[in-house]
């Protein structure tokens, strides 16, 4: 495979393809254009400036457009760039699918759908399992491709899938592990829960939220597809398996405060919420981890309450040196 | 009319008809049985004991009936209470429908319903009046007969229609106070935000939550039934008016703390959450300073924070004495 | 009307007076000096900065100064600013009164004044309106001059005596809605609430806190004119009157995270800082959503808790594009 | 001296003089009427009930009336109680002042005068010695007889001025340690910041909270009696010497949350702020300490966030036996 | 195996041995004594008062005694009470035992201690081996014994080790699962993190916090062992494996808040946070619902923040009747 | 003495030895490599741009290097700056001992040892006494070096010890004033509170937060000390005696939320924390406003809740002129 954006040294020349992530107008103090450029490929992301600009630049290099980059890989107040000493839009017999430049999810979209199968099966109550079966559908295709979040955890294309399915399976074992689990109800609330991040979030290029995502949220999203689903499929959205699946997805986030408009009030929602959370960290802090030096902590994570983790060397450190 | 519960003085003697609103079998440390009634009608509540009482009675005075009572308002530390000389079930030929002994709304349902009407009207949208208008058709009887409430705010038949009809009136002030709000939302929204405590709440004698309710509380209630409808009516509930609609009623509890999964980020919907406080406090305060003397403090008011409200006489008061 | 500097367009030339806001010298990197300068009139702001300045020009061009402005709208960073081509100081015979320059109240002073004067008249309570009339004399000239804030809402020349207009035009609606309020006790209080404003804040050109406002607040500075002006006409302070007055500023705030000493315990003082609050965020909503193209969210508000408000478009907007 | 209320034992026939606290009318279950008595002098308080009362006798023992006392020490519920053999009014030719009755501050009246005398001479600044002086003068009496709280923390007859020394005598201690505290300031901020007690308090016997000092409290009681001194004696209540001033009483209370409009912002702010709850915990702990026996938790003092206090046993506490 | 105190229906005549938990003595308002008892043994708690008790009984039934029961179960406001005929302690060759009454983990102990077994094996870093091991053999006893809390969670004789063993059961799942994890940290961590309420509780018979327990918590005094395990040892106790230890018993309730005096810094940390959290739910609900019927919500859990959790029946519930 | 960094008027050319107590590489937007310096010496610190930089330079130049350095004092965007003429590391003949360029305590270290001793030797009870001596003389260098925080309050070479004797002066005057308190405890809890920032930090040139004390924080450190020293000695770290110095220093954060694990649970306790919060907060007003003319505000002062403080003239201060 060829080298991508993160894997040159600074001071490292390069010429590669890669998508514009991001691309803003910018002006000097003495009254200059430019352009800054966010690049990124499936290894990450790597910033540069072009200066200055002709119009005809700025109407080119758009987020969403492949280009071909020479220059060299160099840092700015300790983050890296890139100095851009050319950059063309990629041609129609070059590798300009942008989707190819996105971050995937660790399993392939067949070896997840593969192993979500499964849990759709365990689904032995009709009601549940008709709504799960006809939400998935619906979705198909959004449900395999969109990240889990703009930023933060999952955040490239699949990671709604793969997050779903590592709930999944943590509630396996939680299953086997304790008794009175309802495993149908545990198994469909996860598999819902977060689908209405599809409708929320822009997709897995550029992702932004939606402006309908904005004004209402990926739970009451959720919420109100499984209702008008229930209509379609000529189910009572008030029933009690209904209420009870509903529950599931609205009380998720675990407390008012973080958008859930009731707290779980019953065991499998309860889990839910805990798994959600397990997975969406332990995820968060091995991103994070991947990055950093043995010995050294990781930036501060935002959602995980700004706080930094520390990468230990073989259950090792070497001590700050002390002065007096 | 005749004397009501609350038309006694202590000490003196009654002979009434009013309906149970709550009964508890209990044991006098000793081992007797007896029973703690809650009597009701439009006056208010008062409670009493009927000791020694004998399995048949427990069977016969139950919640939801009403019964014919003699006996004397008293006090027993400090509250109203009534020692019951005589109690029986009201016959077939005498008053014993319950709802008549329930406390009503300020204005009759006719009246509200004719006051509500223009601000439906004045609803030129011609999406949320169709939502509208299916919603107030399907939930009719329940939308002017339920409480707002369980405890707190218009905790009385036709308290809801009544609340959103104060709403309502409000609304057209503002509205022609200022420029830039668009009627047909504010009014929409003011109509439904409160309609899924129809099914939220048991109805208007001895109001409960339901479990529905509990699971899944009254806004993601209205808002399912919102998409439900918009299934049935063939209409886009991710659609930009529908949106729109569905955020009123989501954020209008102001913030996520209060059970609302987003904060209102239109302005109707900042306005029908300011309005909604206003009444619903106005209304408390009302009712707790009707029941309080000149010169002192109401009860401490849960819903209010729990704070004890001040009955000012003739806009001026009587301090304590000093002493030192 | 000649163009005012929020009339002309990005890259378009523009000559205008304007107000000097702001004027800060600072040095480039390499060591040279150069005036951050904000300019401004009734059509808002905008910013330049003049380079390499002599010290002469430093002196010239200070805050509260008109000048003569020749250069061209362009934009840094996304935010709109002026290259400055020529600059001087506005002469004798030109428009150079600063106060000329600065923002204005939706309404007139004369028409703020009438409209006024009927809610003081309506005052019944002599001892209230006593104190009012006194404290509206003695703040005169300010209190129709006084912005309602430093940045927020009502941030304006005026902005003090309109809102309480506003408050006061809703407190009216509220009173014919909803009985037992005290009609002469809400108006004063609503008259009075913000007076301390005009010594909290410097005035409306370049508007800031005074040192006095930092260490005392408007909420004790009114609450203590009051008390001194009792003691000026020989009404007694600590009487029940007073004290109902002093308890209507004192709790206006709502809440005591909110600067006010005590939480509204009587009916008029609760409804008072509903009314506040509604009116201020409805300003705050309005000046945002003007500014804001439809189907956009407005800048985050920082004193509505950081929120950005949507502006639809004729009820409708058209959601972003998906991906996957 | 004579043996008081808590020198009895538990089980010990009592006869003696005491105050009236507290008589509440109360009912039987079954109907029959009773008093319940709070007695008190200055060793504490005791209750007891008073079966079958006559109406005359509720007349009669009313709080703060001397009343004789016989009766036996018990306990009821584990909380010591009197059981009432015989009671009746004191005579006039019996011990029957109330104020004899009541909790005393550790030094006398005398005692505290003397030593606060040196404190307000230190305080050289004119305009505060001059506001000072005329506000300790106004409220002479209440000020050495007024408790500091209603229950809490020096809630005793003089526990206001006993208080105030104490922050004095601290504050002396932390202006020889530490250069640049401005001695006057904190000397008259420190004489001042509780005196609006005086008025938010109804006095030592039976203390409650006046409907005043619920209305306003008594930091705004005292900002506003120095506004209204300094327009009695002729001074801008708005100079600068003044405000300082204002801003020590205003801030006391250190957060807003606990009813200060202002936070400390000059250095003896902060510093009068920390003296107060320091002073305010010690006497708390000791009073409840004083109850506690070695190897004992106080009760939870609501005031310091509920906490119990632990009383170690010279040093040393044993352990509560472990079994498994 | 003999009924137990639960087994018994209401109205039901029981005669019994159990062990008395708690003894009250208290006096009827007209002044006779009784004791309220509670009773329990390994089916749970039953209360009973024993009227008109002589100061031998008093001196005989205390806590911690086996008694011989007979009665009836009955209830007193709602809730279950015996009716005690008549009572005597057990004797000498009567099942008198106090830890045969008492609730016993879901587990045996010495499966719980096969199964501990093969996770300290899999600790292969040498000093947490070493650590993990002294401290077990320390505690053993105690740890085999010792409830996991005083109420809520794994209330019950050998709750520590079985909530000890169910996050490592947890833990192994998780390892599984994901990459990256130190298995030995992990282990190690949940292995000693709650250790310390060995000395934080009293032990299961009657559990109460010691003064120990209550001056320091059981966070701290886990980590004081290890330090002095250390010292004992010869490991330096501020080595880069120690730090890492400690920090995962430091840091292992997740919040300042909760007693941490550190937030998890570290993945593993992070990860025995939640797992321990998770563990604690789901006990604390299946214990919970499994004393409700489908169809009802349990009592408020005060460790859950006080959240009712409802038991669905097969999926399903009948909802409350509607009235209007 | 010599002119010092702070002592030259801006404008002014300089030339003086100082430390580097920071350096970083960094790049302008052309690509250019420069050093952003931090230079200090006793009287502050001094920030300035080597522009080009080589990379011998580059290397030569890092923190804790003494420099010889010639140049003017400037300001950048307010802040004073030097531009740098010239610089050069000193050579061995010359002051280049970094420790003579870090800023010292108010008094000299011989100084507060010899005011600490009598502290020592006051505590009486045998087992705190052989602990703190064993204690401090195993830290015996660092206590005296090292500084009490990383930046806040007494962020100076000695300031642990200085901030230790302060808390035991006032500490004195308390036990002074008041009954009741134990003087060995409250001393013995002051001299070890704050010890373990000897680990935590590391050490007074460049102050940064140790691996160690990120992980552990200042306070478990101290307390596992304590814990392996009764280790050593042959003292129970759980008995009595050891418990309450144990908890002294573990709940002197005075909250869970600051990072004590317990809250102060005995009367010195609570004392310790008080006077620990109240020498900060003095201390850190003290540095801020010694940097400020009277008139203005200190800077924000982040530990001190973000406030700024006054700096009143002569208990005066002239107000912002007004404008309307």
């Known amino acids: 495979m060829e080298k991508q954006i993160n894997d040159f040294q600074e001071g490292e020349p390069l010429a590669l393809f890669a998508l514009i992530k991001d691309a803003q107008v910018r002006t000097t103090k003495k009254g200059d ?20 600009v002709t119009d005809e630049q700025v109407q ?51 070896d997840i759908k593969t192993a979500l199968r499964p849990f759709v099966m ?32 999952h955040a490239f294309t699949g990671g709604l899938a793969y997050h779903t399915l590592s709930i999944l399976r943590l509630a396996k074992s939680v299953i086997q592990q304790y008794s009175g689990i309802n495993e149908s109800l545990l198994y469909a609330g996860a598999l819902l829960h977060d689908l209405g991040k599809t409708v929320e979030l822009s997709g897995p290029v550029g992702t932004q939220y939606t ?21 379609e499929l000529n189910i009572d ?17 675990g407390l008012l405060e973080y958008g859930s408009p009731v707290r779980p009030e019953i065991m499998e929602a309860e889990i839910l919420h805990h798994l959600d959370e397990l997975d969406a960290s332990i995820m968060m802090m091995q991103t994070a981890l991947a990055k950093t030096k043995p010995g050294q902590f990781t930036d501060r994570i935002f959602a995980l309450d700004n706080r930094a983790f520390f990468n230990p060397d073989d259950d090792k450190y070497e001590e700050t040196t002390k002065n007096s």
């Open 211 to 231: 402006t309908t995502g904005k004004l209402l949220g990926h739970i009451p999203l959720i919420d109100g597809e499984i209702c008008a689903t229930c209509e």
């Open 60 to 110: 080119q290099f758009q987020p969403g457009k492949v280009i071909y980059l020479e220059g060299q890989r160099d840092s700015y107040q300790g983050r890296p760039q890139v100095n851009i000493n050319n950059i063309r839009l990629a041609t129609d017999d070059e590798p300009n699918q942008p989707e190819k430049y996105v971050e995937q999810a660790p399993e392939s979209e067949d």
């Open 33 to 52: 254009n430019y352009l800054a450029l966010t690049f990124g490929d499936q290894s990450g992301e790597l910033s540069g400036n072009l200066w200055d």
């Open 122 to 153: 365990a689904i032995t109550e009709p009601t549940w399992r008709r709504i799960v079966n006809h939400l998935l559908a619906k979705h198909g295709e959004y449900f395999f491709k969109s990240p889990a979040a703009k930023t933060n955890h």
């Open 237 to 253: 959205y008030e029933s009690s398996e209904v209420v009870l699946l509903r529950h599931m997805v609205l009380s998720h986030h």
